[in-house]
């Protein structure tokens, strides 16, 4: 038998072979080596928190402001009794006056119908047909007046015409369509209504020491640029209005929402910062207790 010799290696084979035996060394290394941890970022300037006891610097007794305002409340309505008392007393004359006024120059001015009147006895009855249509609703309006006996509402039929009812909804203003230019506020039409329904909220004072401001929306699916769309909403379409209530749910102030702000002080402002200053105005001492 021929002894065995060893044979020559080749550059390649041995380029190899250096190769694998660099790759298992790094291999069995990093098998055993725990990943290296990593290094928390720290952001130069940012605020270093540290736990302290609070200080209360702004504290002050608890007033009893609301306590005042519900015996102001309580010997202002003492005399009256019944609901309609209670209603005039946000509705008061001067709303009504208003109505009154705006109505009649709008359907001689514009409409140009010089035999139209309004006495305030139909405007009350307007008004009131409005609020139990609120409450007692029917598929269309025109079936308050009807004679069938599914549908009658004599209450409705005895207080006034279907075509006088019709006739004051078409002229009902509360605002000079002349003065519009003097404006860029897009509740024109309705804004010195909310300013005098605010005002008559606001005569008691602040009762509540309880205080919260949300959204709510009046259901409307006609056609108006102030008209909102809330996605997952009850009432997805409609006009939104802000307010701040108490915890018994009165209301102090509620606002149009009519886009973006306008007011220079709070035109920079978030809108949940905007709207909070707004409703929170009627407050004497927002800060207190």
Not at 93 to 115: C, G, M, S, W
Not at 131 to 142: A, D, H, Q, T
Request: charged share 30%; proline share 7%; aromatic share 12%.
């Amino acid at each position: 038998m021929r002894a065995m010799t060893n044979a020559p290696v080749s550059p390649r084979w041995q380029t190899c072979l250096a190769k694998w035996k660099f790759i298992s060394k790094h291999r069995q290394l990093k098998d055993n080596t725990p990943p290296p941890k990593k290094k928390r970022r720290t952001d130069q300037g940012a605020p270093t928190w540290r736990k302290q006891h609070p200080e209360y610097t702004g504290w002050q007794e608890p007033s009893n402001g609301p306590e005042e305002a519900r015996e102001k409340i309580a010997s202002e309505l003492s005399g009256s009794t019944t609901a309609v008392d209670i209603f005039e007393k946000i509705f008061t004359p001067e709303v009504f006056h208003l109505i009154q006024l705006e109505t009649l120059r709008y359907a001689r001015d514009v409409k140009n119908d010089q035999l139209f009147s309004l006495s305030d006895h139909e405007l009350k009855a307007f008004i009131g047909i409005l609020l139990y249509s609120g409450y007692n609703p029917l598929p269309s309006e025109r079936m308050y007046w009807s004679k069938d006996d599914d549908l009658a509402r004599p209450i409705v039929r005895q207080a006034m015409t279907r075509s006088d009812y019709l006739k004051i909804k078409s002229y009902f203003h509360v605002q000079d369509n002349n003065k519009q230019q003097e404006t860029k506020d897009r509740g024109f039409k309705v804004r010195p209504l909310l300013d005098m329904i605010n005002k008559s909220f606001q005569q008691f004072g602040i009762f509540q020491s309880k205080l919260a401001v949300d959204e709510m929306i009046v259901r409307y699916y006609g056609h108006n640029s102030l008209k909102q769309f809330i996605r997952g909403k009850p009432i997805r379409f409609g006009y939104k209005l802000w307010a701040v209530c108490g915890s018994d749910g009165y209301c102090y102030k509620f606002d149009l929402y009519c886009g973006k702000e306008e007011r220079p002080e709070l035109r920079d402002q978030p809108l949940g910062t905007r709207v909070v200053m707004d409703m929170l105005s009627v407050v004497s001492d927002p800060g207190g207790p």
